[in-house]
């Protein structure tokens, strides 16, 4: 079974830049969960979502959105970028809203200049 | 208000020996999960052991095991028989609240010498 996978895996933008980052989960499972990891802030929840609706969101400004499909791959959106939101984005899945493993990808690192 | 505290910025340990890395928690909710995450220098969190409140057994996976005192509000994760390979960051994490998020200590870095 393949696991939870992220693209791209690094990103160079600019500042005042949008980015669109994606994250399959694992087959079958229905809840996606980002999250922005930095070296001041540690892991940060951003989102989770489940079938298609956003259940759950952390504590993050408007310029970070995200979306599902239905076939539970998820997208989030970063918009008019900041130096701050240089970080690296975890995606993970479980297979329902309360499994007892979330499963992370790789991330994907971000850097704005 | 969720939270997970790990005090221990850095650890080292030798080769083969046992190391302890502590974790606690803080939640009003009676139903809550208790997770470890190893995350090496590539970068992916690999999940390690849970252990639900209800559970009156302490979790194991092989050479890891969490010491779950509830009462105490801890969560401790045990590594026996250290290798090279498990020098890397490890987190602590709780999924509880109304919305069953989870919520991550700051983490302890693992460095096994040789």
């Known amino acids: ?113 | 208000a969720q939270k997970i505290t790990q005090t221990q910025p850095g650890m080292f340990v030798q080769e083969k020996e046992a190391v302890t890395l502590d974790c606690t928690y803080d939640t009003s909710d009676q139903s809550y999960g208790l997770f470890w995450y190893k995350q090496p220098s590539s970068g992916e969190m690999i999940f390690l052991i849970y252990q639900g409140s209800y559970d009156e057994q302490n979790a194991t996976e092989g050479r890891y095991s969490l010491n779950f005192q509830k009462a105490r509000k801890s969560a401790n994760l045990v590594i026996s028989a250290s290798q090279l390979g498990d020098s890397a960051m490890y987190f602590c994490a709780m999924r509880a609240g109304t919305g069953n998020q989870f919520y991550f200590g700051t983490g302890t870095s693992l460095t096994v010498i040789p």
């Open chain 1, 1 to 113: 079974k393949a696991g939870v996978t992220q693209t791209p895996r690094y990103l160079i933008k600019t500042r005042g830049q949008q980015v669109t980052l994606s994250c399959s989960p694992i087959s079958g499972h229905r809840s996606v969960s980002w999250y922005q990891q930095t070296p001041g802030q540690g892991l940060q929840f951003l989102f989770e979502y489940f079938s298609e609706t956003q259940r759950n969101k952390g504590n993050f400004p408007g310029r970070f959105s995200g979306r599902q499909f239905s076939n539970s791959r998820s997208e989030m959106n970063v918009s008019t970028l900041e130096l701050g939101d240089s970080a690296l984005y975890l995606c993970a899945s479980s297979f329902d809203r309360w499994g007892n493993e979330q499963f992370f990808g790789p991330g994907t690192r971000l850097t704005v200049l």
